[in-house]
């Protein structure tokens, strides 16, 4: 490619017709604005203290340990209970009973009665009735052949197998956390007042860390009671590989679609951020600091095992378009070209993952840009109906704002393959085969598309008999697009809140949805396990507990360690 010239720095960013493809919302990574990377910068920047204050475990870590958060404004406890399970009870599924750990976040003291209540309800999870001081609940298994390989390595005096971390990236992995008011715990307009965890999401990343230490405290001790005179302690290096894994499902689909005005702040954040980013003139410093990025991330994937072929096939590509953007780097003279050129370069050349990967390190790139926007991600929710709007506003608005949706007709068998439903057991988001599943009379309506089509197709045949009418006089004639007709009006104020694509289409893949989602988590090492659920990792290669405690990180490792890289380990093992 020819050295670039320099171009305009753009006025706006990247359309919504671009941005809310569901196949690019499924190839993002995280970035500065993903919440867990936000706590960490909280917690170290607002010197929060985390303490252990019991670790009641018996010799083969079973029992109780609760973990002390100090903030400057209140405390809290992380209450974890360890407790023996069957091999056959063990699963990821939402259906369990039961789980090798339970845990949970508690604002303010753990008094007696407290302490009795949790130990009766937290091992129960939604079976139990969960105390209102409670702001997120929780459960995880074990990897087993990971925990397993700790112990006995670490028994026997040696460091684990680092290699091990490169298949499974944890000792532990959640299969839900729970919170905003689910099953009786503290609703969600408790944790918004709070100062501490006002950010979309951030107890329960603040449960999930400190969970993450637990992994790390309890094989220790196991450890230690198998063999007290010859086991050690982890490496410090070794531990900041440990991450906690998650097991995600259906069940997170909707959230995008239910949520679409929090969906659209947490985009337009990202995607502010990297406009100005992106309008940045590149120096030969920046230059050098991507490439040594892009070096770690291409070694992050050549050594992170994935399950699913096709994800680790894309991965591969990402690393073969990781060394053409290399490569083009070499090319560029500072000062002469902005990164919109790559960006254009890449839509042409690389991958969506590759494409979306780039747009993540470029925000990364330039820290000042995320800046005040951390505290911009929480959105008040309110999807109001505009009764006076007349009906051919509404026509033209649906017109103006909605025409990726109106247009099709959704009518080939293809397009209706899908229906989604609530199952009974555990009240989770499904999906059915229409014309060959039943319960397609009780559809969730998550398909945003079709209704927006049918609402506009009924509202202009009501208009040929009614020109002048208002949107309140169609929705009385047509009761059964209320919602969708709210949401229209309502949606049209924002960009990017709408996801657009088809949920009733055959190819569609929910893990798209899911991987969006996770994206602004903090999540990586995504490995899909099918289209309807998927395996990460949270906070691998963060810092650990004991240094946010101290302090003293330096902004570049308390902030870039969403691509951990394994430790290097001589061939028995040791650092």
Known sequence: MNTPVATPRPSHGRPASLVMDLERLGSMSPSRLSFARTLLRSMVENRWSVDRTQFALDEQGFGEVIYRITTPHQQYHVVIFAQPLADELRTDRVIAEAWDVTFCLVEGDVDSALSASLAANIPLQEAGRQHPRVLVISRANKSVRNFAHFVAALSSGEQPDVGTLKRAGYLYRTTAVYGNGKFGIADYSRVQSNPDFSRPFSPQMAAVYILRQFSI???????????????????????????????????????????????????????????????????????????????????????????????????????????????????????????????????????????????????????????????????????????????????????????????????????????????????????????????????????????????????IAYRADHADALAVDFAIAHP????????????????????????????????????????????????????????????????????????????????????????????????
């Not at 289409?505 to 988590?521: G, I, Q, T, V």
């Not at 890289?565 to 001589?570: D, E, G, N, T």
């Open 217 to 459: 405290d309890q094989v220790e001790h196991i450890a230690r009671c198998q063999a007290p005179d010859s086991a050690v302690a982890i490496d410090r290096e070794l531990q900041r590989y440990v991450g906690i894994g998650n097991s995600t499902g259906l069940g997170m689909a909707p959230f995008l679609i239910n949520h679409p005005q929090l969906i659209h702040q947490w985009i337009a954040n990202r995607e502010h951020a990297l406009r100005k980013a992106s309008s940045e003139t590149p120096t030969s410093e920046d230059i050098a600091t991507l490439q040594q990025k892009l070096a770690v991330v291409r070694q992050y994937f050549d050594e992170t095992w994935i399950e699913d072929p096709e994800q680790a096939k894309r991965n591969l590509e990402v690393i073969d378009d990781i060394d053409l953007l290399s490569n083009q780097l070499n090319e560029y003279e500072p000062g002469q070209w902005s990164w919109n050129y790559l960006q254009e370069s890449l839509r042409e050349q690389a991958g969506l993952e590759t494409q979306e990967l780039f747009n993540s390190l470029l925000i990364d790139l330039y820290p000042a840009c995320t800046d005040g926007l951390e505290d911009q991600m929480a959105a008040e929710e309110s999807i109001e109906l505009q009764p006076e709007m007349s009906s051919k506003a509404l026509q033209q608005l649906l017109e103006d704002q909605c025409a990726w949706a109106i247009h099709s007709t959704y009518d080939a068998p293809d397009e209706r393959f899908w229906f989604w439903y609530k199952s009974i057991e555990k009240e989770e988001p499904r999906l059915g085969e229409r014309g060959v599943d039943s319960g397609a009379e009780k559809e969730l309506p998550l398909a945003v598309a079709p209704a927006l089509r049918a609402l506009y197709q009924d509202l």
């Open 480 to 575: 059964e697009h209320l919602e969708t007709l709210r949401r229209a009006q309502t949606m049209a104020q924002t960009e990017f809140g709408e996801i657009r694509s088809n949920l009733w289409y055959e190819h569609m893949k929910p893990m798209h949805l899911l991987r969006a989602k996770l994206s602004f988590l903090g999540a990586n090492r995504f490995d899909p396990k099918g289209d309807r659920w998927v395996r990460v990792t949270f906070f691998q290669g963060s810092p650990l507990l004991s240094e946010v405690n101290e302090g003293a990180i330096d902004s570049a490792r308390l902030d870039d360690w969403s691509f951990a890289l394994a430790p290097k380990q001589s061939n028995s093992g040791h650092p």
